[in-house]
């Protein structure tokens, strides 16, 4: 390329903010793609690890962003068509996995989100705040025709990781179940479980408009906007018992405490937002209630293309408002005081609002 340099957003040290600065494009590997950039959304989990939240943290410097949309631009050596179905210029996925050892018994068995060598976008190699960035060809999954990349940039990790849980949650047709937090995460979890034929509670912070008009919007058939500490009351009132499965998207403990309460007989608890502080369980109770606990992370490659294939044939549309790499700073900042409603989705085309 004759301009080596790119715009990225560099986490330098735990707690501070991205440094907005040119660094070096970066050159594709033997089995890479080199993708330009059109989106990338923001995600909690960027907030978390730019906080160092982890208990692995992310070696530094690092570029964050992992629901990223962009065109190829190069290939690596070993990278063709005839192998992986490639053009350039395609418009192409930069998602959380985006790496696997392809050969354990997790990578075989259709559970390679559990491999313990995988390569994770913006946590052990660099991300999608920057102009370019790098993929794993066996990992590229195509942007289906007819999903705009501005629009669809939260599929890729959002989307994916709400349709999963869904999955996860082995709640059937016309099941009763709650998603709690209707941001980014939850939005989407309502629309997909529409799609799939469950009856949707969305638990939103107490007096949040803003989140009960987006939840209605995505086809919640009831919305709770009360205190907090009584979600699960109002949940057992609704559904005359409990829901068959709670879906939590937010990292608070008093959430899951109150999901957990809000669990039918034989219900599943769905663990994805992250909180740092650990969940107290009884025992007891759930086994007397037979309660299942299960945690969630993404999705495979298989759950992503059923994720867009849903998208594109449904005409799934993500609540997302548009910014600069320069606001990256804000909207994280936005993010720590839940001051969002939807996902924000950095647009590399100059054209955000």
Known sequence: MVNNMMKAAVLNEFGTLLEIKQVPIPQPGPNEVLVKLIACGICHTDLHA????WRIKPVLPLILGHEGIGRIVEFGQNVSFEKY??????????QFLQGTCLECEFCLNGR?????????????????????????????IKLPDGLDPLNAAPLYCGGVSMYKALKVSQAGPNDWISIVGVGGLGSLGIRYAKIMGFRVIGIVAEKDQAAVDLAREMGADEVYDGPSDQHSNFIKEKTNGGVQAALVTIPLVSAYEQALQSLKQGGRLVMIGIPIDNLAISIGVCIARQIEIVGTLVGTRTDLKETLDIAQKYDIKCKVQTCQLEQV????????NYRLTGRMVIDFTGNSK
């Open 85 to 94: 179905n490639l053009k350039l210029d395609e418009l192409i996925g930069i």
């Open 50 to 53: 730019a906080r160092g939240d």
């Open 112 to 140: 390679e989100t559990l491999c313990n060598s995988k390569v994770t976008t913006g946590q052990t190699k660099n991300g999608a705040f920057a102009e370019y960035a790098l993929i794993n060809a066996d990992f590229v």
């Open 329 to 336: 700073n804000d909207i994280l900042n936005d993010m720590r």
